[in-house]
């Protein structure tokens, strides 16, 4: 498969391929809004992580508790730890896909672009019909 061919089979010229790679490049070297969105997975994980953490040490804690006030307490301190971890995974998928989005449809306007072009060259230009009239 070479350089120019993309995952859906079609092909661009040289041109837009060159200008789709620079907008893909622009989109990793990022502005402010990429950082916060890198910052945004990072924070969106390590929340993953440690609601995870506190809802298993509530639960190890509730579990050798001795009377039910602490159980209780453990148990509510469970569930804010799920939540966390909760929130914190849909932060980090929010964060990770939307990179992934943002590529997928730059690459998807290129190709649009490219198909436009040779409908418009199609038409422009039509070639002469292959249909024999001999008969």
Do not use: C
């Amino acid at each position: 498969m070479s350089d120019q061919h993309t995952t859906s089979g079609s092909t661009m010229s040289g041109d837009r391929l060159a200008s789709f790679r620079s907008e893909v490049e622009a989109i990793k070297l990022g502005g402010s809004v990429a950082k916060m969105e890198r910052i945004g997975a990072i924070v969106g994980l390590v929340a993953a992580l440690v609601g995870a953490i506190v809802a298993i040490v509530a639960y190890s804690g509730a579990q050798n508790a001795g009377d039910f006030a602490t159980i209780y307490r453990d148990q509510v301190l469970g569930g804010v730890g799920i939540l966390v971890a909760i929130v914190g995974a849909l932060v980090w998928l929010r964060n990770s896909i939307t990179r992934h989005l943002r590529w997928w449809m730059i690459r998807n306007i290129y190709e649009q672009r490219e198909q436009t072009d040779r409908l418009i060259e199609a038409l422009r230009d039509p070639r002469p019909s292959t249909n024999s009239e001999n008969v």
